[in-house]
């Protein structure tokens, strides 16, 4: 029984991104984004995502009829007599906090981090990044039989790698208003179509998990320029803040703000504990992975951070999401576990659970067959 397992994921925004420095909340919002501390790179905390997962995973949780107290979604006592359950996926997951009990969340989050950074050159989009961040993110490239780290450029230059459908003009890029020059010596010594992220001892290559028009128009830079170069091309605009009393704009109240931009690749990874070790018997890594990636899946429309109304935040989350056939095993094995202690008012909400799944697919399979009934009659058994 394995006591935790590790899942990474990857994101790219299909909006600008703003997380703000008080948090994920909407409303009025600062104009500076979350920081790296040690470098000044933007990143996402993973108690944002962490937030923002809990949400959506309850709003799907809802929206398959299952019955959980709107208190789980926050975790935390609202009052005497609104306080979290601590028994549904949506505490056991993310953990909660009863006045009598309380309890760590299962799924860990790691901070959302930049890997690829789409900047406008001259010779239109290419996409940055360094050693140091492909180093933090566990990826490197696959020669022969060995697997070895990503190459350094030079001091001021930068590496086109191979299969690049890059080319600068003589040999030279702006990245906004840096200019830098390529490095003869080592582009070219690199290929993405090669670069690996090993995940539970099981290779995966990203040119499976990245758009090719992404990975086809990286650029590594050195380290010390990561950072100034991201920075210097967030988006930066001027909005009115808005009263959220009146709906008005509020007097004088021009603000800038900064975010990142659309295209821009993260990476991050979500530690499963083992919800056995933790005296939870009717549990297992499994459900807590697909309670997570529920809610991930909802990042695609809803978004992340602030702003949401004025066309912010949206993530689209690439990863090997758990198949639902081994949902539902585990979900048969979690049956057979609270049979065995008796605890029917748990077996019942699966049912209930069940029950609502069941109905909707009977309503699509309807559906479908209505199409191909439609087909058949325009072109007579085309459809079998
Ligand atoms: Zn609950």
New binding site residues.
Partial sequence: MKAFELKRYYAIALDPIHIGTGGYRIGRVDNTIVREPATGIPKIPGTTIEGVCRSYAFLKAMEEGKS??PV?AKGKVKSESEQ?????E??VTFG?SRKDRSMQAMALFSDTRILFFPVATMIGPVWVTCPMVLKDAGIKEIKGSSKEDIPKPNNNTFIVPESSKINPPEEKLNFGWLLLTQDKDNSKKTDTSKWVYYENSKQEMLKDKIPDEILSRIVIVPDNLFSTIVNSNLEVRTSVAIDPERGAAEEGALFTYEAIPRGTVFWFDVTYQNPKHFGLNDWETNLIIKTVEDGLRYFEFLGVGGMGSRGFGRLEVIGNFLPFEEYIDALERRLETLQKETKKEEIEKICEYLRGVKSKMEKDVKDIQSLIDKVNKIFPKFCR
């Fill in positions: 959980i107290n789980c979290p359950c601590g028994k549904c949506i505490c909660f």
